[in-house]
């Protein structure tokens, strides 16, 4: 009896035992029915994402992890961290370069919950969405692919760029906005390309300079310095190119008897032309500098032409012979010696004048010269011919009249009041 009894014990303890593993199977059975994320995986580690642990953007959306870590210990860096602040701060990362691991299409824009562009907030459709794919099929939705672009293009270089929150099982996390010293993305040193800025800036972590040409995108600091002392040269080049026309100019005014008497006045004309076409090029160059609105080019630029000017202008336009920034009153003093002579074609003081009065100073026997702009004469006075003069001026590429000539290249004389033009 007593044996029967154990024995009816022992089943009845078997079956307890039993039913309770069965309980634990059926409890077990039962998790694998909670919403974890919503079947979708943590770009991160692979492993089943849950539904708390997430980050979420802007206007919404949410991107969903697992809960391998806490990140109460992320200090002691980047493998201590959550995995939702990890894919924040490092979002990057983890865009996946093989699209197809997401599906194809939009299928949350079906469901009842509004999609909303993280970038501008517009409201995606069917129609408009665009996204990017995350590793392991995770997905970000866009209304454009500008706002998508503008989103993948800031990623590298923002951590968290367009993070609202980052949410730990319900909770926000310890290391939310934290970024890993390892994460954190060198500045690139400017970014885009444009070849005129809205108003002076730099490129230094800004817009990129397009310099001139389509290919000459000043990208690094070794262009940008490159293109910094071709920009100080250009200046100086132009100043030098100056220079040497004027020069060679007086060299063929000055020695009519030397080597250039074989090249005729229209190939000296032709020289001469040449070269202020170069210059006139380095000039324009120099103007297109100006409106790229670059800050540090535009220095380069300033530099060069004071440095040019220092070096290549000399004071002989300050002189008491060279008096064309004056009235010149010795006009109606020295009435005697004095020449005037109308010139056809000067465009500008700057550049005609100054190469009328420099070549008019050349001409031996000259005591003071004066260009009158407003009324295109020159007034010279001096012991110099007449037909010297001229010559000096047709060398020049002007055409030239003798308005008056000297007290001694006239028979009858005449008084001061003959004509000043």
Same mark, same amino acid.
């Not at 032309?273 to 297109?288: E, G, R, S």
């Not at 005037?340 to 003081?349: A, E, R, T």
């Not at 005609?352 to 295109?376: D, M, S, Y």
């Given at each position: 009896m007593q044996q029967a009894r154990a024995v009816v014990a022992i089943v009845l303890a078997l079956a307890a035992l039993a039913m309770g593993h069965m309980h634990d199977m059926g409890d077990m059975h039962g998790m694998d029915h909670m919403p974890m994320g919503n079947g979708k995986h943590c770009p991160i580690c692979n492993m089943n994402a849950e539904d708390a642990w997430y980050i979420e953007m802007k206007h919404g959306q949410r991107l969903f992890t697992c809960s391998m870590t806490t990140g109460d210990n992320f200090a002691a860096g980047i493998h201590a961290f959550s995995h939702p602040a990890l894919l924040g701060a490092a979002m990057s990362d983890y865009v996946a370069t093989d699209v197809t691991q997401c599906a194809p299409g939009c299928a949350d824009c079906s469901n009842n919950t509004t999609l909303l562009d993280p970038v501008s907030g517009a409201t995606i459709t069917s129609d408009n969405a665009r996204f990017l794919c995350f590793a392991r099929g995770q997905k970000l939705y866009f209304a454009s692919e500008t706002t998508k672009s503008a989103f993948a293009a800031a990623l590298p270089s923002q951590p968290y760029f367009g993070v609202q929150s980052v949410m730990c099982g319900g909770r926000t996390c310890p290391d939310a906005f934290q970024v890993p010293a390892q994460v954190v993305a060198d500045a690139p040193f400017c970014t885009g390309a444009s070849v005129m800025l809205s108003g002076f800036q730099s490129t230094v972590h800004g817009t990129c300079v397009k310099l001139f040409f389509q290919s000459?995108?000043? $990208?690094?600091?070794? +262009? *940008?310095?490159?293109?910094?002392?071709?920009?100080?040269?250009?200046?100086?080049?132009?100043?030098?190119?100056?220079?040497?026309?004027?020069?060679?100019?007086m060299a063929f005014v000055k020695?009519?008897?030397?080597?250039?008497?074989?090249? =005729? /006045?229209?190939?000296?004309?032709?020289?001469?032309?040449?070269? *202020?076409?170069?210059?006139?090029?380095?000039? *324009?160059?120099?103007?297109?500098?100006?409106?790229? *609105? $670059?800050?540090?080019?535009?220095?380069?630029?300033?530099?060069?032409? =004071?440095? =040019?000017?220092?070096?290549?202008?000399?004071? +002989?336009?300050?002189?008491? /012979?060279?008096s064309g920034m004056v009235p010149a009153a010795w006009?109606?003093?020295?009435?005697?010696?004095?020449?005037?002579?109308?010139?056809? =074609?000067?465009?500008?003081?700057?550049?005609?004048?100054?190469?009328?009065?420099?070549?008019?100073?050349?001409?031996?026997?000259?005591?003071?010269?004066?260009?009158?702009?407003?009324?295109?004469?020159?007034?010279?006075?001096g012991t110099a011919t007449t037909k010297a003069l001229c010559s000096a001026i047709e060398d020049c590429g002007f055409e030239v009249n003798v308005v008056r000539p000297p007290k001694a290249e006239t028979p009858s004389g005449y008084g001061a009041a003959f004509h000043l033009a």
């Open positions: 000459w995108v000043l $990208d690094t600091p070794f +262009k *940008y310095a490159l293109a910094f002392t071709g920009i100080f040269l250009l200046p100086l080049g132009n100043e030098y190119l100056v220079q040497t026309r004027e020069s060679i100019r020695a009519r008897s030397s080597r250039y008497n074989s090249l =005729g /006045k229209r190939s000296r004309k032709l020289i001469l032309t040449l070269l *202020y076409m170069v210059q006139m090029t380095l000039a *324009y160059f120099a103007m297109l500098v100006v409106m790229i *609105y $670059d800050t540090g080019l535009f220095f380069a630029l300033i530099l060069g032409f =004071g440095v =040019g000017f220092a070096l290549f202008k000399s004071e +002989k336009t300050l002189s008491g /012979k060279s006009r109606f003093d020295d009435t005697d010696s004095l020449t005037v002579l109308s010139i056809g =074609g000067m465009m500008c003081m700057q550049n005609c004048g100054n190469t009328v009065q420099n070549a008019l100073e050349l001409v031996p026997g000259v005591h003071r010269v004066f260009i009158g702009f407003n009324e295109k004469c020159a007034y010279v006075s």
